[in-house]
């Protein structure tokens, strides 16, 4: 399976939000101020433009020694020597993608609830992205918010690593911690802030004292 990685404060982009200060400058900022693991993801950019901003984003990360994931697009990860991707439950199988990634490539499943847990084929998946915690505005098709407690029934379940996501904010983080999840994921609360580092420094610090 895949190498180690961190799951502790996993920053997922947003081509509109990071438009503020740039992918780049966003990613960045946040890179050097506690973030863990970052995923690329832009539903509205067309492939050559994906790989380009995703190789920008290797090229940052790799000497700081935090991984970069591609959401869904296995594609788009291959070509830009991205370590994973993060995959939907209508996106290319985990097991398909393990075949073409190979051993070394991070691969996480989206799983919003016990039900969808147990009808998901978990071959090859590394890690579960489980939520909403809350309504999300920045994933249309996000489902459901099932909130902390939704998160402990699925980490009942199963002994992959879980990060939580979904609306996840440093208000909410150590519920989501005390929950089971072995990280956060978020969005809004990275990418829409005026100070980008010293608001990834302040979810660190949430994390670390629920734990």
Known sequence: MAPAFDLTLYLVTDPCLTAQHGLEATVEAAAKNGVTLVQLR????HGRALVQQARALKALLAPLGIPLLVNDRVDVAMAAGADGVHLGQDDMTPQDARALMGQEAIIGLSV???AELA???LTGVDYLGTGPIRATGTKANAGAAIGPQGLA?????TLLPIVGIGAVTADNAGDVIRAGADGIAVVSAICAAQDVGAATAHLRARIEDAR
């Not at 029934?153 to 379940?157: E, K, M, S």
């Open 42 to 45: 832009d539903p509205q950019a």
């Open 112 to 114: 919003g609830s016990p």
């Open 119 to 121: 009808g998901s084929d």
């Open 153 to 157: 029934a699925v980490r009942a379940l």
